[in-house]
T-cell receptor, first 112, second 112 residues
Framework: DGGITQSPKYLFRKEGQNVTLSCEQNLNHDAMYWYRQDPGQGLRLIYYSQIVNDFQKGDIAEGYSVSREKKESFPLTVTSAQKNPTAFYLC???????????FGSGTQLSVL | GESVGLHLPTLSVQEGDNSIINCAYSNSASDYFIWYKQESGKGPQFIIDIRSNMDKRQGQRVTVLLNKTVKHLSLQIAATQPGDSAVYFCAENWEYGNKLVFGAGTILRVKS
């Protein structure tokens, strides 16, 4: 089945620790995105990538980093510089220049 | 700034009734709108979308209406079922291909 796989489903971060969230898609989509979801708020864009080896900051990129070495993969690292990392993180993908996003099932990140 | 917003944070309907979820937008330059359904602990699922050159679009049991005069978007669900209980998000595209701006969401509760 084609789709977007996020792992792990739950992740805990210790103070000062970097953690990496995985996102893999087999839809052959060019574009991939990371969103953050907080309770009672809309999704906010962290980073996006339209093509391999290229990515752009979204609205709330501070404290996060990404890489796009392969078309299928777009991992997100939550660095120690992100002081409020507790949130539900959603990865999405789309065809190039297509507005319709397909989402993964999310990763809930919490701070210990 | 301009943003997508929702009139009602929670909507309760009786099973079998029709549901109407509303969304107000303020960016007159938006030319694409989309509705997603999100169940607890899962990623958003695409429901239906519409471009600004249309007033109405129908899917299976769902209809999206766009009123550009008053900048209003609505999602109508016919014969609402318990499985329709979820959070519904509308989003608009300010920049072609890579920037969906999401509203905070409306909770739909279906009473049996």
């Amino acid at each position: 089945d084609g789709g977007i796989t996020q792992s792990p489903k739950y992740l805990f971060r210790k103070e000062g620790q970097n953690v990496t969230l995985s996102c893999e898609q087999n839809l052959n989509h060019d574009a991939m995105y990371w969103y953050r979801q907080d309770p009672g708020q809309g999704l906010r864009l962290i980073y996006y990538s339209q093509i391999v080896n290229d990515f752009q900051k979204g609205d709330i990129a501070e404290g996060y980093s990404v890489s796009r070495e392969k078309k299928e993969s777009f991992p997100l690292t939550v660095t120690s510089a992100q002081k409020n990392p507790t949130a539900f993180y959603l990865c999405a993908s789309s065809l190039r220049n297509d507005e319709k996003l397909f989402f993964g099932s999310g990763t809930q990140l919490s701070v210990l | 700034g301009e943003s997508v917003g929702l009139h009602l944070p929670t909507l309760s309907v009786q099973e079998g009734d029709n549901s109407i979820i509303n969304c107000a937008y303020s960016n007159s330059a938006s030319d694409y709108f989309i509705w997603y359904k999100q169940e607890s602990g899962k990623g958003p699922q695409f429901i239906i979308d519409i471009r600004s050159n249309m007033d109405k679009r129908q899917g299976q049991r769902v209809t999206v209406l766009l009123n550009k005069t008053v900048k209003h978007l609505s999602l109508q669900i016919a014969a609402t079922q318990p499985g329709d209980s979820a959070v519904y998000f509308c989003a608009e595209n300010w920049e072609y291909g890579n920037k969906l701006v999401f509203g905070a969401g409306t909770i739909l509760r279906v009473k049996s």
